[in-house]
């Protein structure tokens, strides 16, 4: 299995590589026809190659392919520029596909659902979460369905791939996808003074990194502000986040 971290397993030309044979497949699954395939490749590859964050990501090979998959859009001159965003709208692709009919949840509400897990998880500090726990909480945050637990959690783990579901527990495939998420949510629910909280704490870092950069106007401009504030008292998240005063 890949690794459920963002590790550094794959080299530049292996990397690249990669990308380009998923591009090609992408294209030509999609219908598109193979004259876009090398130029979806090499725009995907260029925008790896001049990211940090984005070649940092791309060291693991699930998310050199969702790299890929969401670089289709630099033809729109849409390009995703950061983790968050390459997570979140892979995310959104899973989503969009159909799932049982007896299972009426849209994929607005899986994301709502998923985000409020990963929020769960990250703030009980959860690498695996017990089945009974997870069934309990999901009711509980359940966004208008009436779904019971049990299908709320088909609705997560059978029809989106994101989540493993064992005897052992409850745990996300992986960590990135989960940080965006619990950042989405977080951001969604205007819990800035919380995120700033926590900034100091390395296990929040990948988060607040994420809400920073899925955060726009007013959301964004009251999370620096709590983070600016924090930053008096705790130095380090000024440096961690690379804020600026005022």
């Known amino acids: 299995e890949w690794p459920t971290a963002t590790l550094d397993i794959l080299g530049e030309d ?12 992408l294209v030509t699954a999609q219908g598109s026809g193979n004259a876009n395939a090398g130029e979806l490749a090499e725009n995907t590859v260029r925008l ?15 998310m050199a392919c969702l790299i890929a998959q969401s670089g289709e859009a630099t033809r729109e001159g849409e390009a995703p520029r ?11 692709t899973i989503l969009r596909r159909p799932i049982a009919d007896d299972l009426p949840l849209g994929g607005v509400a899986r994301l709502e659902l998923l985000g409020a897990l990963a929020a769960w998880f990250q703030e009980n500090g959860y690498v695996v979460a017990a089945n009974s726990d997870v069934e309990a909480f999901l009711p509980a945050t359940r966004h208008g369905t009436t779904l019971p637990a049990d299908q709320l959690r088909e609705a997560l783990v059978e029809h989106t791939g994101l989540l ?4 052992g527990g409850m745990s996300f495939q992986f960590r990135a996808l989960q940080h965006a998420l619990a950042a989405n949510h977080l951001v969604r629910t205007a819990r800035f003074g919380f995120l700033a909280s926590v900034a100091h704490r390395a296990e929040w870092r990948d988060v607040v990194e994420d809400a920073l950069c899925l955060a726009t106007g007013p959301a964004r401009r009251a999370l620096t502000a709590r983070l600016v504030a924090a930053a008096a008292q705790k130095p380090v998240i000024r440096d961690r986040y690379d804020l600026r005063s005022g």
């Open 164 to 167: 493993t579901y064992e005897p």
């Open 48 to 62: 790896v190659r001049n990211n940090a964050a984005l070649s940092a990501l791309a060291g693991n090979p699930l």
């Open 82 to 92: 950061d983790r968050a965003s390459v997570c979140l709208g892979s995310v959104r």
């Open 14 to 25: 292996a990397r690249d590589q990669l990308i380009r044979a998923y591009c090609g497949w």
